[in-house]
């Protein structure tokens, strides 16, 4: 059977309320004493009752996240290494996670934040891929809900974020192919409602600015961030334009769908034409040819998304509340040797 706060106290010798207390950490326990309890119910093997405790402190200990995608794509190597960090940050503090998809701007995914701010299932909310005047971060500032980002958007109100520069990000990039010689370069851009595809699209168009690099309104097209998306965008890209010598993908996942179809098409990626991402996902070093690409740490992002969240349900204010990251470019054969 196990034990009990009762066969605690009656090892020691004191209340039933002292070891609560002490178990608690209440500074109205001696340091001592606390010390002993603590001691006593290791030895006891005492395992806390989570409903009743959290049913005292009126929490849950359960933080939510509630992913933006269409169907439950959790092979999607970002959104796999974003969870991992948030599920450990999460666990060393002794917090479960739960984790939820629903398609983008759906009434279903209206309805679960609806559900997570009135019906008291989490504690907080990560929320991920901004929107612009996002409806989710709008819903939960006018709950009062806790909640961390992971991006940036227009709202007008202060709320606390980690976000990467996606225009220094694309400035790296697009300098390192100016530099390699390319002066005609496209760009597969992310879905042109989330605001981080608005800060790699002007990176782009300043950058090609800065280098007197002409920019085609063909050598933009959209994809869905999938690498079917990556193909279909690069083979409809070059159709329309061929004389463009590299692209840039929004994400590493349509560069891997766009080399893919460069390779079916008869072309050497690195050679015929050079190919970009974003992201650095672990799988972008181990394509053929290695991806160039920007890396922003996503798992130690999940984690220092998670740990603000921890610090805001607990009445702390986060140290750091706008994080904004300059992404690392990864030079690989992907985008080639000089072209000069």
């Given at each position: 059977m196990a034990a009990t706060l009762k066969d605690i106290a009656s090892k020691l010798g004191i209340s039933i309320t002292?070891?609560?207390?002490?178990?608690?950490?209440?500074?109205?326990?001696?340091?001592?004493?606390?010390?002993?309890?603590?001691?006593?119910?290791?030895?006891?093997g005492y395992q806390p009752n989570l409903i009743a405790r959290r049913l005292q402190k009126q929490r849950t200990d359960t933080l939510g996240f509630i992913m933006p995608t269409f169907g439950p794509r959790f092979s999607d190597p970002f959104f796999s290494e974003f969870i991992a960090g948030i599920g450990n940050e999460a666990a060393e503090h002794e917090?479960?996670?739960?984790?939820?998809?629903?398609?983008?701007?759906?009434?279903?995914?209206?309805?679960?934040?609806?559900?997570?701010?009135?019906?008291?299932?989490?504690?907080?909310?990560?929320?991920?891929?901004?929107?612009?005047?996002?409806?989710?971060?709008?819903?939960?500032?006018?709950?009062?809900?806790?909640?961390?980002?992971?991006?940036?958007?227009?709202?007008?109100?202060?709320?606390p974020y980690v976000d990467e520069d996606g225009v220094a990000g694309m400035q790296l990039l697009v300098q390192h192919l100016?530099?390699?010689?390319?002066?005609?370069?496209?760009?597969?851009?992310?879905?042109?409602?989330?605001?981080?595809?608005?800060?790699?699209?002007?990176?782009?168009y300043d950058t090609m600015a800065a280098n007197n690099l002409p920019v085609i309104p063909e050598w933009i097209v959209e994809g869905d961030l999938t690498q079917r998306s990556g193909a279909e965008a690069v083979k409809r890209l070059l159709a329309a334009t061929p004389q463009v010598t590299a692209v840039i993908c929004g994400n590493d996942l349509m560069a891997m769908g766009a080399?893919?179809?460069?390779?079916?098409?008869?072309?050497?990626?690195?050679?015929?034409?050079?190919?970009?991402?974003?992201?650095?996902?672990?799988?972008?070093?181990?394509?053929?040819?290695?991806?160039t690409t920007l890396h922003q740490p996503i798992y130690e992002i999940g984690r220092q998304t998670c740990a603000m969240l921890i610090d805001i349900v607990n009445g702390r204010t986060p140290e750091n509340q706008h994080a904004l990251l300059t992404p690392t470019l990864i030079v690989r054969a992907s985008s080639g040797s000089s072209i000069l």
């Open positions: 002292t070891v609560s207390r002490g178990l608690a950490g209440y500074d109205d326990v001696a340091a001592e004493t606390r010390q002993r309890i603590l001691e006593t119910a290791a030895a006891l917090y479960d996670l739960l984790v939820s998809t629903h398609a983008p701007e759906s009434e279903e995914e209206k309805q679960a934040y609806a559900r997570a701010t009135q019906r008291g299932w989490v504690d907080g909310l990560i929320v991920i891929r901004t929107r612009e005047n996002d409806s989710r971060i709008l819903h939960l500032h006018e709950h009062d809900f806790p909640f961390v980002v992971f991006g940036r958007t227009d709202v007008p109100f202060e709320y100016a530099d390699l010689g390319h002066r005609r370069i496209g760009f597969i851009m992310p879905p042109a409602g989330l605001m981080f595809s608005q800060y790699r699209l002007q990176g782009y080399i893919n179809q460069i390779q079916q098409d008869g072309k050497t990626v690195g050679v015929d034409i050079a190919v970009a991402g974003f992201d650095d996902i672990p799988s972008s070093a181990y394509v053929n040819p290695p991806l």
